[in-house]
Protein backbone atom coordinates (compact mmCIF):
# COMPACT_ATOMS: atom_id res chain seq x y z
CA UNK A 1 0.00 0.00 0.00
CA UNK A 2 1.32 3.81 -1.09
CA UNK A 3 0.14 6.18 1.11
CA UNK A 4 1.07 9.80 0.33
CA UNK A 5 0.10 12.78 2.88
CA UNK A 6 0.18 16.18 2.07
CA UNK A 7 3.34 16.14 -0.60
CA UNK A 8 4.38 19.37 -1.90
CA UNK A 9 7.28 19.66 -4.48
CA UNK A 10 9.01 22.73 -5.47
CA UNK A 11 10.83 23.55 -8.78
CA UNK A 12 11.53 26.79 -8.68
CA UNK A 13 8.87 29.03 -8.21
CA UNK A 14 6.69 26.48 -9.71
CA UNK A 15 4.41 24.16 -7.51
CA UNK A 16 4.58 20.54 -9.11
CA UNK A 17 3.09 19.05 -6.37
CA UNK A 18 0.75 20.82 -4.34
CA UNK A 19 -0.19 19.50 -1.20
CA UNK A 20 -1.28 15.68 -2.56
CA UNK A 21 -2.61 13.43 -0.28
CA UNK A 22 -4.33 9.94 -1.62
CA UNK A 23 -4.13 6.38 -0.94
CA UNK A 24 -3.09 3.23 -3.58
CA UNK A 25 -4.58 0.23 -2.02
CA UNK A 26 -3.97 -3.64 -3.46
CA UNK A 27 -5.47 -5.81 -4.55
CA UNK A 28 -6.70 -3.61 -7.66
CA UNK A 29 -5.04 -1.46 -10.46
CA UNK A 30 -5.32 2.59 -9.95
CA UNK A 31 -4.79 4.61 -12.23
CA UNK A 32 -3.10 7.70 -11.91
CA UNK A 33 -4.43 10.43 -14.47
CA UNK A 34 -3.47 14.10 -15.39
CA UNK A 35 -2.76 15.73 -18.20
CA UNK A 36 1.33 16.46 -19.57
CA UNK A 37 2.71 18.03 -16.47
CA UNK A 38 0.19 17.82 -14.14
CA UNK A 39 3.14 16.48 -11.63
CA UNK A 40 2.32 12.51 -12.16
CA UNK A 41 5.96 11.64 -13.04
CA UNK A 42 6.96 13.91 -10.15
CA UNK A 43 5.14 12.19 -7.61
CA UNK A 44 6.26 8.90 -8.78
CA UNK A 45 9.46 10.38 -7.47
CA UNK A 46 8.95 11.53 -4.84
CA UNK A 47 7.31 8.28 -3.80
CA UNK A 48 10.39 6.37 -4.85
CA UNK A 49 12.86 8.55 -3.11
CA UNK A 50 14.42 9.87 -5.77
CA UNK A 51 12.97 13.69 -5.38
CA UNK A 52 12.73 15.41 -1.92
CA UNK A 53 9.87 16.39 -1.23
CA UNK A 54 9.39 20.21 0.19
CA UNK A 55 7.04 18.99 2.53
CA UNK A 56 5.17 16.00 3.15
CA UNK A 57 5.17 12.31 3.66
CA UNK A 58 5.16 9.23 0.38
CA UNK A 59 4.94 6.00 2.57
CA UNK A 60 5.11 2.44 1.20
CA UNK A 61 3.75 -0.28 3.69
CA UNK A 62 4.09 2.35 6.12
CA UNK A 63 7.94 3.25 5.45
CA UNK A 64 10.07 6.18 3.43
CA UNK A 65 11.44 4.26 0.28
CA UNK A 66 14.35 5.74 1.29
CA UNK A 67 14.34 3.62 4.37
CA UNK A 68 13.86 0.01 2.23
CA UNK A 69 16.76 -2.38 2.87
CA UNK A 70 16.18 -4.06 -0.52
CA UNK A 71 13.55 -1.91 -2.07
CA UNK A 72 13.32 -3.87 -5.47
CA UNK A 73 11.68 -6.88 -3.34
CA UNK A 74 9.26 -4.72 -2.31
CA UNK A 75 8.79 -2.09 -4.99
CA UNK A 76 8.92 -2.35 -8.90
CA UNK A 77 9.22 1.01 -10.55
CA UNK A 78 9.21 1.89 -14.18
CA UNK A 79 10.21 5.52 -15.00
CA UNK A 80 9.41 7.82 -17.98
CA UNK A 81 12.97 9.05 -18.25
CA UNK A 82 15.53 6.29 -19.41
CA UNK A 83 17.22 4.50 -16.59
CA UNK A 84 19.45 2.51 -17.94
CA UNK A 85 23.36 2.71 -19.34
CA UNK A 86 23.26 2.58 -23.33
CA UNK A 87 26.24 0.71 -22.94
CA UNK A 88 25.26 -2.13 -21.24
CA UNK A 89 23.70 -5.25 -22.14
CA UNK A 90 20.36 -5.89 -21.20
CA UNK A 91 21.18 -8.87 -18.95
CA UNK A 92 23.87 -7.35 -17.29
CA UNK A 93 21.76 -4.44 -16.42
CA UNK A 94 19.21 -7.11 -14.89
CA UNK A 95 22.12 -8.35 -13.42
CA UNK A 96 24.27 -5.21 -11.53
CA UNK A 97 20.24 -5.08 -9.89
CA UNK A 98 19.93 -8.47 -8.85
CA UNK A 99 23.06 -7.89 -7.36
CA UNK A 100 21.95 -4.75 -5.29
CA UNK A 101 18.84 -7.33 -3.93
CA UNK A 102 21.06 -9.96 -3.24
CA UNK A 103 19.11 -11.75 -5.94
CA UNK A 104 20.46 -15.02 -7.63
CA UNK A 105 21.50 -14.88 -11.47
CA UNK A 106 18.46 -17.57 -12.40
CA UNK A 107 16.10 -15.26 -11.37
CA UNK A 108 17.30 -13.03 -14.16
CA UNK A 109 16.89 -15.79 -16.69
CA UNK A 110 13.47 -15.80 -15.37
CA UNK A 111 12.57 -12.28 -15.86
CA UNK A 112 14.19 -12.44 -19.20
CA UNK A 113 11.84 -15.22 -20.81
CA UNK A 114 9.01 -13.93 -18.44
CA UNK A 115 9.42 -10.28 -20.77
CA UNK A 116 10.23 -12.10 -23.68
CA UNK A 117 13.68 -10.63 -23.78
CA UNK A 118 15.63 -13.63 -24.34
CA UNK A 119 16.43 -12.50 -27.95
CA UNK A 120 18.29 -9.12 -26.89
CA UNK A 121 19.71 -10.20 -23.70
CA UNK A 122 22.99 -9.94 -24.66
CA UNK A 123 22.75 -6.59 -26.79
CA UNK A 124 24.06 -3.34 -25.70
CA UNK A 125 20.28 -1.34 -24.28
CA UNK A 126 21.04 1.94 -26.56
CA UNK A 127 20.13 0.34 -29.63
CA UNK A 128 16.93 -0.43 -28.10
CA UNK A 129 13.55 0.51 -29.49
CA UNK A 130 11.07 2.42 -27.34
CA UNK A 131 9.35 -0.79 -27.16
CA UNK A 132 11.98 -2.94 -26.10
CA UNK A 133 13.43 -0.33 -23.71
CA UNK A 134 10.40 -0.36 -22.02
CA UNK A 135 10.19 -3.91 -21.61
CA UNK A 136 13.26 -3.95 -20.64
CA UNK A 137 12.59 -1.23 -17.75
CA UNK A 138 9.19 -3.82 -16.96
CA UNK A 139 11.76 -6.63 -16.42
CA UNK A 140 13.46 -4.60 -13.85
CA UNK A 141 10.48 -3.60 -12.02
CA UNK A 142 9.12 -7.48 -11.63
CA UNK A 143 12.70 -8.56 -10.72
CA UNK A 144 12.04 -8.66 -7.33
CA UNK A 145 8.76 -10.28 -7.47
CA UNK A 146 7.69 -6.70 -5.61
CA UNK A 147 4.30 -6.41 -3.84
CA UNK A 148 3.73 -2.94 -4.89
CA UNK A 149 4.71 -1.85 -8.36
CA UNK A 150 4.85 1.90 -9.50
CA UNK A 151 4.68 2.24 -13.02
CA UNK A 152 5.06 5.91 -14.89
CA UNK A 153 3.02 5.56 -18.47
CA UNK A 154 4.17 2.54 -19.14
CA UNK A 155 2.07 1.71 -22.50
CA UNK A 156 4.33 4.42 -24.02
CA UNK A 157 5.86 3.68 -27.01
CA UNK A 158 3.83 0.16 -27.23
CA UNK A 159 2.85 -1.46 -30.09
CA UNK A 160 -1.24 -2.24 -29.56
CA UNK A 161 0.67 -5.83 -28.89
CA UNK A 162 2.19 -4.40 -26.77
CA UNK A 163 -0.19 -3.06 -25.33
CA UNK A 164 -2.46 -5.35 -24.60
CA UNK A 165 0.19 -7.28 -23.14
CA UNK A 166 0.45 -4.68 -20.62
CA UNK A 167 -2.99 -4.54 -19.78
CA UNK A 168 -3.16 -8.09 -19.09
CA UNK A 169 -0.03 -8.26 -16.90
CA UNK A 170 -1.19 -5.15 -14.61
CA UNK A 171 -4.43 -7.17 -14.61
CA UNK A 172 -2.54 -10.43 -13.28
CA UNK A 173 -0.67 -8.65 -11.03
CA UNK A 174 -3.07 -6.68 -9.18
CA UNK A 175 -5.31 -10.03 -9.37
CA UNK A 176 -2.63 -11.65 -7.02
CA UNK A 177 -2.98 -9.02 -4.53
CA UNK A 178 -0.32 -6.72 -5.45
CA UNK A 179 -1.15 -3.08 -5.49
CA UNK A 180 -0.86 -1.65 -8.71
CA UNK A 181 0.06 2.17 -9.43
CA UNK A 182 -0.06 3.48 -12.86
CA UNK A 183 0.16 7.02 -14.49
CA UNK A 184 -1.29 7.48 -18.08
CA UNK A 185 -2.35 10.64 -19.90
CA UNK A 186 -4.66 8.82 -21.73
CA UNK A 187 -8.37 8.56 -20.09
CA UNK A 188 -9.59 5.46 -22.78
CA UNK A 189 -6.11 3.93 -21.89
CA UNK A 190 -7.03 3.85 -18.08
CA UNK A 191 -10.72 3.18 -18.12
CA UNK A 192 -10.16 0.07 -19.43
CA UNK A 193 -7.22 -0.57 -17.49
CA UNK A 194 -7.38 0.27 -13.68
CA UNK A 195 -10.49 -0.12 -11.21
CA UNK A 196 -9.63 3.13 -9.41
CA UNK A 197 -8.79 6.32 -10.51
CA UNK A 198 -6.60 9.70 -8.92
CA UNK A 199 -6.78 12.08 -11.24
CA UNK A 200 -4.60 15.25 -10.50
CA UNK A 201 -4.41 18.47 -13.03
CA UNK A 202 -1.66 20.87 -11.80
CA UNK A 203 -0.65 19.23 -8.94
CA UNK A 204 -3.61 19.06 -7.27
CA UNK A 205 -6.19 16.51 -6.69
CA UNK A 206 -9.13 16.31 -8.92
CA UNK A 207 -10.44 13.05 -8.31
CA UNK A 208 -10.22 9.95 -6.27
CA UNK A 209 -12.66 7.13 -6.75
CA UNK A 210 -13.36 4.06 -8.99
CA UNK A 211 -12.88 4.28 -12.19
CA UNK A 212 -16.80 3.27 -13.34
CA UNK A 213 -18.06 6.22 -10.62
CA UNK A 214 -15.68 8.45 -12.61
CA UNK A 215 -16.98 7.65 -15.83
CA UNK A 216 -20.43 7.90 -14.72
CA UNK A 217 -20.12 11.34 -13.31
CA UNK A 218 -18.09 12.77 -15.70
CA UNK A 219 -19.64 11.76 -19.28
CA UNK A 220 -22.18 14.34 -19.59
CA UNK A 221 -25.60 13.25 -21.16
CA UNK A 222 -27.03 14.56 -24.21
CA UNK A 223 -29.46 14.65 -27.06
CA UNK A 224 -29.09 14.99 -30.52
CA UNK A 225 -33.23 15.76 -32.09
CA UNK A 226 -34.20 16.45 -35.62
CA UNK A 227 -37.67 16.78 -36.97
CA UNK A 228 -39.23 19.21 -39.76
CA UNK A 229 -40.71 21.69 -37.16
CA UNK A 230 -37.74 22.50 -35.55
CA UNK A 231 -38.93 25.88 -34.13
CA UNK A 232 -41.86 23.72 -32.50
CA UNK A 233 -39.70 21.24 -31.02
CA UNK A 234 -36.91 23.63 -29.52
CA UNK A 235 -40.27 25.25 -27.88
CA UNK A 236 -41.53 22.44 -26.28
CA UNK A 237 -38.15 21.32 -24.87
CA UNK A 238 -37.18 24.63 -23.19
CA UNK A 239 -40.69 24.85 -21.62
CA UNK A 240 -39.76 21.20 -20.08
CA UNK A 241 -36.51 22.70 -18.99
CA UNK A 242 -33.80 21.73 -21.47
CA UNK A 243 -30.88 23.44 -22.78
CA UNK A 244 -31.26 23.87 -26.35
CA UNK A 245 -28.58 24.37 -29.10
CA UNK A 246 -28.80 24.27 -32.47
CA UNK A 247 -26.39 22.26 -34.57
CA UNK A 248 -25.84 23.06 -38.16
CA UNK A 249 -27.22 20.18 -40.10
CA UNK A 250 -30.41 21.28 -38.34
CA UNK A 251 -30.75 19.34 -35.44
CA UNK A 252 -30.54 20.47 -31.81
CA UNK A 253 -28.40 19.23 -29.61
CA UNK A 254 -29.83 18.94 -25.59
CA UNK A 255 -28.98 18.90 -22.52
CA UNK A 256 -30.54 18.58 -18.94
CA UNK A 257 -33.84 16.55 -20.75
CA UNK A 258 -34.12 12.63 -21.77
CA UNK A 259 -33.87 10.94 -24.62
CA UNK A 260 -37.68 9.18 -23.49
CA UNK A 261 -39.19 12.24 -22.22
CA UNK A 262 -38.38 13.80 -25.73
CA UNK A 263 -39.85 11.67 -27.58
CA UNK A 264 -43.23 11.62 -25.02
CA UNK A 265 -43.09 15.42 -25.52
CA UNK A 266 -42.99 15.32 -29.62
CA UNK A 267 -45.77 12.91 -29.17
CA UNK A 268 -47.99 14.34 -27.14
CA UNK A 269 -47.77 17.24 -29.26
CA UNK A 270 -48.25 15.21 -32.90
CA UNK A 271 -44.56 16.44 -33.90
CA UNK A 272 -42.76 13.88 -36.77
CA UNK A 273 -38.80 13.05 -35.32
CA UNK A 274 -36.48 12.17 -38.19
CA UNK A 275 -34.06 11.21 -35.33
CA UNK A 276 -33.71 10.90 -31.47
CA UNK A 277 -30.00 9.80 -30.39
CA UNK A 278 -29.28 9.70 -26.70
CA UNK A 279 -25.10 10.83 -26.70
CA UNK A 280 -22.43 10.31 -24.24
CA UNK A 281 -19.59 12.70 -23.88
CA UNK A 282 -16.67 10.31 -24.88
CA UNK A 283 -14.40 9.56 -22.03
CA UNK A 284 -11.50 11.81 -22.90
CA UNK A 285 -13.80 14.72 -23.73
CA UNK A 286 -14.93 14.33 -20.35
CA UNK A 287 -11.38 14.06 -18.99
CA UNK A 288 -10.59 16.76 -20.96
CA UNK A 289 -13.50 19.24 -19.69
CA UNK A 290 -12.13 18.35 -15.96
CA UNK A 291 -8.85 18.86 -16.08
CA UNK A 292 -9.50 21.94 -18.34
CA UNK A 293 -8.79 24.12 -15.97
CA UNK A 294 -6.05 22.84 -14.68
CA UNK A 295 -3.95 22.19 -18.17
CA UNK A 296 -0.22 23.67 -18.14
CA UNK A 297 0.18 24.18 -21.67
CA UNK A 298 -1.43 24.87 -24.97
CA UNK A 299 -4.64 26.23 -24.20
CA UNK A 300 -5.22 26.79 -28.04
CA UNK A 301 -4.89 22.68 -28.63
CA UNK A 302 -8.14 22.23 -26.02
CA UNK A 303 -10.33 24.52 -27.27
CA UNK A 304 -13.89 23.08 -27.74
CA UNK A 305 -13.63 22.47 -31.34
CA UNK A 306 -10.18 20.95 -31.30
CA UNK A 307 -12.14 18.53 -28.72
CA UNK A 308 -15.24 17.92 -30.82
CA UNK A 309 -13.37 16.88 -33.63
CA UNK A 310 -10.22 15.42 -32.09
CA UNK A 311 -11.25 11.24 -33.05
CA UNK A 312 -11.00 9.31 -29.46
CA UNK A 313 -8.04 6.91 -30.13
CA UNK A 314 -8.62 3.44 -27.88
CA UNK A 315 -5.09 2.52 -27.92
CA UNK A 316 -2.39 4.43 -28.22
CA UNK A 317 -0.20 3.67 -31.19
CA UNK A 318 3.42 4.02 -31.50
CA UNK A 319 4.05 7.71 -31.81
CA UNK B 1 24.79 -13.01 -28.17
CA UNK B 2 24.77 -16.49 -26.27
CA UNK B 3 28.33 -15.77 -25.40
CA UNK B 4 28.25 -12.74 -23.90
CA UNK B 5 25.71 -14.36 -21.46
CA UNK B 6 27.64 -17.42 -21.28
CA UNK B 7 31.00 -15.12 -20.26
CA UNK B 8 28.86 -13.50 -18.03
CA UNK B 9 27.71 -16.42 -16.15
CA UNK B 10 31.08 -17.32 -15.49
CA UNK B 11 31.67 -14.22 -13.86
CA UNK B 12 29.81 -13.81 -10.81
CA UNK B 13 27.99 -17.02 -10.28
CA UNK B 14 30.08 -18.53 -7.66
CA UNK B 15 30.02 -14.85 -5.61
CA UNK B 16 26.48 -14.79 -5.38
CA UNK B 17 25.40 -18.52 -4.85
CA UNK B 18 28.56 -18.38 -2.12
CA UNK B 19 25.89 -16.24 0.00
CA UNK B 20 28.60 -13.90 0.16
CA UNK B 21 26.73 -10.88 -1.00
CA UNK B 22 25.00 -9.68 2.14
CA UNK B 23 24.94 -5.92 3.26
CA UNK B 24 27.80 -4.16 1.74
CA UNK B 25 29.62 -6.80 -0.13
CA UNK B 26 26.59 -6.75 -2.82
CA UNK B 27 27.06 -3.26 -3.20
CA UNK B 28 30.59 -3.93 -4.43
CA UNK B 29 29.46 -7.12 -6.21
CA UNK B 30 27.12 -5.00 -8.64
CA UNK B 31 29.13 -2.12 -8.87
CA UNK B 32 31.90 -4.41 -10.07
CA UNK B 33 29.47 -6.06 -12.76
CA UNK B 34 28.52 -1.88 -13.49
CA UNK B 35 32.21 -1.50 -14.21
CA UNK B 36 33.20 -4.39 -16.60
CA UNK B 37 30.01 -4.71 -18.48
CA UNK B 38 30.49 -1.16 -20.56
CA UNK B 39 33.26 -1.29 -23.04
CA UNK B 40 34.95 2.63 -21.96
CA UNK B 41 36.24 0.31 -18.81
CA UNK B 42 38.40 -1.86 -21.05
CA UNK B 43 39.57 0.75 -23.45
CA UNK B 44 40.60 2.97 -20.92
CA UNK B 45 42.12 0.47 -19.11
CA UNK B 46 43.81 -0.98 -22.13
CA UNK B 47 44.86 2.46 -22.97
CA UNK B 48 46.62 3.32 -19.52
CA UNK B 49 48.94 0.17 -20.35
CA UNK B 50 49.99 0.47 -23.91
CA UNK B 51 50.78 4.17 -23.20
CA UNK B 52 52.60 3.88 -19.88
CA UNK B 53 54.79 1.00 -21.47
CA UNK B 54 55.29 2.99 -24.52
CA UNK B 55 56.23 5.91 -23.54
CA UNK B 56 58.32 4.50 -20.42
CA UNK B 57 60.25 2.38 -23.33
CA UNK B 58 60.18 5.50 -25.52
CA UNK B 59 61.62 8.28 -23.04
CA UNK B 60 63.98 6.52 -21.15
CA UNK B 61 65.31 5.43 -24.73
CA UNK B 62 65.24 8.93 -25.98
CA UNK B 63 67.21 9.58 -23.04
CA UNK B 64 69.91 7.39 -23.36
CA UNK B 65 70.10 7.95 -27.13
CA UNK B 66 70.32 11.54 -26.48
CA UNK B 67 72.84 11.43 -23.47
CA UNK B 68 75.42 13.29 -24.90
CA UNK B 69 73.33 16.06 -25.96
CA UNK B 70 71.73 16.65 -23.02
CA UNK B 71 72.34 19.30 -20.00
CA UNK B 72 74.47 18.60 -17.27
CA UNK B 73 71.38 19.41 -14.97
CA UNK B 74 69.20 17.35 -17.31
CA UNK B 75 71.90 14.46 -16.54
CA UNK B 76 72.01 15.03 -13.08
CA UNK B 77 68.23 14.77 -12.60
CA UNK B 78 68.42 11.69 -14.38
CA UNK B 79 71.15 9.95 -12.43
CA UNK B 80 69.68 11.60 -9.08
CA UNK B 81 66.13 9.67 -9.71
CA UNK B 82 66.27 7.41 -12.44
CA UNK B 83 62.67 6.28 -11.57
CA UNK B 84 61.10 9.54 -12.26
CA UNK B 85 62.26 9.38 -15.25
CA UNK B 86 61.03 6.30 -16.26
CA UNK B 87 57.66 6.20 -15.08
CA UNK B 88 57.04 10.11 -15.17
CA UNK B 89 56.73 10.11 -18.88
CA UNK B 90 54.72 7.59 -19.02
CA UNK B 91 51.88 7.79 -16.51
CA UNK B 92 51.72 11.37 -17.39
CA UNK B 93 49.91 10.71 -20.52
CA UNK B 94 48.33 7.58 -19.04
CA UNK B 95 47.31 9.45 -16.09
CA UNK B 96 44.64 11.51 -18.73
CA UNK B 97 42.93 7.87 -19.24
CA UNK B 98 42.43 7.36 -15.84
CA UNK B 99 40.64 11.04 -15.58
CA UNK B 100 38.23 10.02 -18.17
CA UNK B 101 37.38 6.91 -16.58
CA UNK B 102 36.94 8.20 -13.13
CA UNK B 103 34.41 10.58 -14.87
CA UNK B 104 33.18 8.02 -17.01
CA UNK B 105 32.11 5.69 -14.25
CA UNK B 106 30.03 8.22 -12.23
CA UNK B 107 29.15 10.92 -14.54
CA UNK B 108 27.16 8.34 -17.45
CA UNK B 109 25.24 7.21 -14.84
CA UNK B 110 23.50 10.20 -15.28
CA UNK B 111 24.06 10.97 -18.65
CA UNK B 112 22.79 7.94 -19.50
CA UNK B 113 20.02 7.85 -16.39
CA UNK B 114 21.32 4.87 -14.96
CA UNK B 115 21.73 6.30 -11.52
CA UNK B 116 17.68 6.67 -11.47
CA UNK B 117 17.88 2.62 -11.69
CA UNK B 118 21.18 2.30 -9.40
CA UNK B 119 18.85 4.49 -6.67
CA UNK B 120 15.90 2.84 -6.82
CA UNK B 121 17.63 -0.19 -5.80
CA UNK B 122 20.26 1.57 -3.42
CA UNK B 123 18.46 4.27 -2.03
CA UNK B 124 20.87 4.73 0.58
CA UNK B 125 23.08 6.92 -1.57
CA UNK B 126 26.75 7.02 0.52
CA UNK B 127 27.01 3.57 0.45
CA UNK B 128 26.13 3.28 -2.94
CA UNK B 129 29.06 5.99 -3.76
CA UNK B 130 31.12 4.43 -1.49
CA UNK B 131 30.81 1.17 -2.64
CA UNK B 132 31.67 2.75 -6.20
CA UNK B 133 34.62 4.35 -5.23
CA UNK B 134 36.19 1.08 -3.48
CA UNK B 135 36.06 -1.11 -6.83
CA UNK B 136 37.07 1.25 -9.11
CA UNK B 137 39.88 2.15 -6.84
CA UNK B 138 41.01 -0.97 -6.45
CA UNK B 139 40.56 -2.00 -10.24
CA UNK B 140 42.87 0.95 -11.00
CA UNK B 141 45.63 0.49 -8.30
CA UNK B 142 45.89 -3.33 -9.56
CA UNK B 143 45.84 -2.54 -13.26
CA UNK B 144 48.75 0.47 -12.20
CA UNK B 145 51.09 -2.07 -10.03
CA UNK B 146 50.52 -4.51 -13.15
CA UNK B 147 52.08 -1.60 -15.61
CA UNK B 148 53.92 0.04 -12.80
CA UNK B 149 56.65 -3.13 -12.45
CA UNK B 150 56.85 -3.94 -16.22
CA UNK B 151 57.73 -0.05 -17.09
CA UNK B 152 60.28 -0.08 -14.25
CA UNK B 153 62.10 -2.90 -15.40
CA UNK B 154 62.15 -2.22 -19.04
CA UNK B 155 63.21 1.41 -18.28
CA UNK B 156 65.55 0.21 -16.12
CA UNK B 157 67.25 -1.78 -18.74
CA UNK B 158 67.51 0.58 -20.92
CA UNK B 159 68.76 3.20 -19.05
CA UNK B 160 71.19 0.40 -17.10
CA UNK B 161 74.52 1.97 -19.12
CA UNK B 162 73.57 5.49 -17.93
CA UNK B 163 71.93 6.02 -14.79
CA UNK B 164 71.82 2.23 -12.98
CA UNK B 165 68.70 1.90 -11.09
CA UNK B 166 67.55 -1.61 -8.55
CA UNK B 167 64.48 -2.43 -7.02
CA UNK B 168 66.38 -2.16 -3.91
CA UNK B 169 67.80 0.96 -3.75
CA UNK B 170 66.35 3.48 -1.81
CA UNK B 171 62.94 4.81 -2.50
CA UNK B 172 62.75 2.82 -5.48
CA UNK B 173 60.37 0.30 -4.16
CA UNK B 174 57.99 2.81 -2.91
CA UNK B 175 58.15 4.65 -6.04
CA UNK B 176 56.97 2.11 -7.98
CA UNK B 177 54.39 1.15 -5.81
CA UNK B 178 53.77 4.83 -5.34
CA UNK B 179 52.63 4.78 -9.09
CA UNK B 180 49.97 3.16 -8.56
CA UNK B 181 48.93 4.98 -5.31
CA UNK B 182 48.80 8.12 -7.41
CA UNK B 183 46.70 6.63 -9.91
CA UNK B 184 44.35 4.92 -7.40
CA UNK B 185 43.53 8.40 -5.66
CA UNK B 186 43.50 10.13 -9.31
CA UNK B 187 40.68 7.69 -9.94
CA UNK B 188 38.66 8.88 -6.61
CA UNK B 189 39.37 12.39 -7.27
CA UNK B 190 38.01 12.21 -11.02
CA UNK B 191 35.38 10.23 -9.71
CA UNK B 192 34.25 12.85 -7.35
CA UNK B 193 34.81 15.74 -10.15
CA UNK B 194 32.54 12.91 -11.80
CA UNK B 195 29.45 13.08 -9.46
CA UNK B 196 30.05 16.84 -8.58
CA UNK B 197 29.32 17.88 -12.11
CA UNK B 198 27.58 15.07 -13.32
CA UNK B 199 28.18 15.70 -16.80
CA UNK B 200 30.89 13.74 -18.88
CA UNK B 201 32.17 16.97 -20.67
CA UNK B 202 31.98 19.39 -18.29
CA UNK B 203 33.36 16.78 -15.50
CA UNK B 204 36.79 15.97 -18.62
CA UNK B 205 37.05 19.19 -19.10
CA UNK B 206 36.96 20.11 -14.42
CA UNK B 207 39.88 17.37 -14.51
CA UNK B 208 41.96 17.97 -17.24
CA UNK B 209 41.83 21.46 -16.22
CA UNK B 210 42.96 20.47 -12.31
CA UNK B 211 45.78 18.32 -14.16
CA UNK B 212 46.95 19.65 -17.05
CA UNK B 213 46.32 23.35 -16.89
CA UNK B 214 46.86 24.49 -13.48
CA UNK B 215 50.25 23.32 -12.84
CA UNK B 216 51.22 25.70 -15.45
CA UNK B 217 49.30 29.06 -14.72
CA UNK B 218 50.45 28.15 -11.12
CA UNK B 219 54.43 27.91 -12.02
CA UNK B 220 53.62 31.41 -13.66
CA UNK B 221 52.84 32.82 -10.13
CA UNK B 222 55.73 35.35 -8.81
CA UNK B 223 57.52 34.53 -5.73
CA UNK B 224 57.09 31.76 -2.55
CA UNK B 225 53.27 32.27 -2.59
CA UNK B 226 53.66 30.83 -6.68
CA UNK B 227 55.89 28.03 -5.70
CA UNK B 228 53.45 26.94 -2.48
CA UNK B 229 50.48 26.92 -4.48
CA UNK B 230 51.72 24.89 -6.93
CA UNK B 231 53.34 22.78 -4.74
CA UNK B 232 50.09 22.07 -3.11
CA UNK B 233 47.83 21.27 -6.28
CA UNK B 234 46.41 17.99 -6.58
CA UNK B 235 48.19 16.30 -9.39
CA UNK B 236 51.60 18.24 -8.20
CA UNK B 237 51.92 17.17 -5.06
CA UNK B 238 50.18 13.63 -6.03
CA UNK B 239 52.70 12.54 -8.19
CA UNK B 240 55.64 13.13 -6.08
CA UNK B 241 54.73 9.45 -4.38
CA UNK B 242 56.44 7.89 -7.51
CA UNK B 243 59.48 9.80 -7.35
CA UNK B 244 62.50 7.91 -5.25
CA UNK B 245 63.68 11.16 -3.76
CA UNK B 246 62.90 14.54 -2.75
CA UNK B 247 64.09 16.79 -5.53
CA UNK B 248 65.58 19.82 -4.80
CA UNK B 249 62.91 22.21 -5.94
CA UNK B 250 59.96 19.90 -4.21
CA UNK B 251 58.48 21.61 -1.33
CA UNK B 252 56.82 18.71 -0.04
CA UNK B 253 58.24 15.00 0.72
CA UNK B 254 56.50 12.03 -1.37
CA UNK B 255 54.48 11.22 1.56
CA UNK B 256 53.59 14.80 2.19
CA UNK B 257 52.76 15.35 -1.25
CA UNK B 258 51.29 12.13 -1.52
CA UNK B 259 49.03 13.00 1.96
CA UNK B 260 47.87 16.10 0.37
CA UNK B 261 46.49 14.80 -2.87
CA UNK B 262 44.35 12.55 -0.68
CA UNK B 263 43.33 15.52 1.67
CA UNK B 264 42.23 17.61 -2.35
CA UNK B 265 40.37 14.15 -2.80
CA UNK B 266 38.56 13.07 0.24
CA UNK B 267 36.65 16.94 0.62
CA UNK B 268 35.79 16.49 -3.22
CA UNK B 269 34.23 12.94 -2.53
CA UNK B 270 32.85 14.57 0.88
CA UNK B 271 31.07 17.41 -1.58
CA UNK B 272 30.47 14.66 -3.78
CA UNK B 273 28.27 12.72 -0.92
CA UNK B 274 26.90 15.57 0.79
CA UNK B 275 25.62 16.79 -2.82
CA UNK B 276 24.24 13.60 -3.80
CA UNK B 277 22.14 12.82 -0.80
CA UNK B 278 20.97 16.59 -1.02
CA UNK B 279 20.33 16.74 -4.70
CA UNK B 280 16.80 15.35 -6.70
CA UNK B 281 18.61 12.66 -8.82
Redesign the interface.
Known amino acids: MIEVRDLSKRYGDKLAVDHLSFSVEPGRVTGFLGPNGAGKSTTM?LI?????PNSGTATIGGRP????SQ??RVVG?L?E?????????A???L???A????L??RRVDEVIDLIGLR?????RA?GFSLGMGQRLGIA?ALLGDPKVLVLDEPVNGLDPEGIHWIRNLLKRLAGEGRTVFVSSHLMNEMAVTADHLIVIGRGQLIADCPTEEFIARSSEKSVRVKGPDRDRLEQLITAEGGRVTADEDGALTVADLEAPRIGELAAGAGLVLHELTPQLASLEEAFMELTRASVEYGAQAHDTAATDAMPVPLEAGPR | MTSTVADADADAAPAIDAGASRGFGRLLLAEWTKLRSVRSTMWSLLLLVVLTLGFAALFTWLTVSQWSRASPSQQRQTLNDPVATILGSGFQLSQLAVCVLGVMVMASEYSTGMIRSSLLAVPKRTPMLFAKCIVFAVLVFIVAEVVAFPSFFVGAAILHSKAPVALGDPGVLRAVIGAGLYLAVLALFALAIGALLRHVAGAITGIIGFVLVLAPLAQLLPGSVGKHIHAYLPSEAGHLIAQARQGPNDLLTPWQGFGVFCIWTAVLLAAAVYLLNRRDA
Request: proline residues 5%.
Open positions: RLGLDRYRELPLALARAVHSGRSFNHLVLQTQSPREVAGQGA
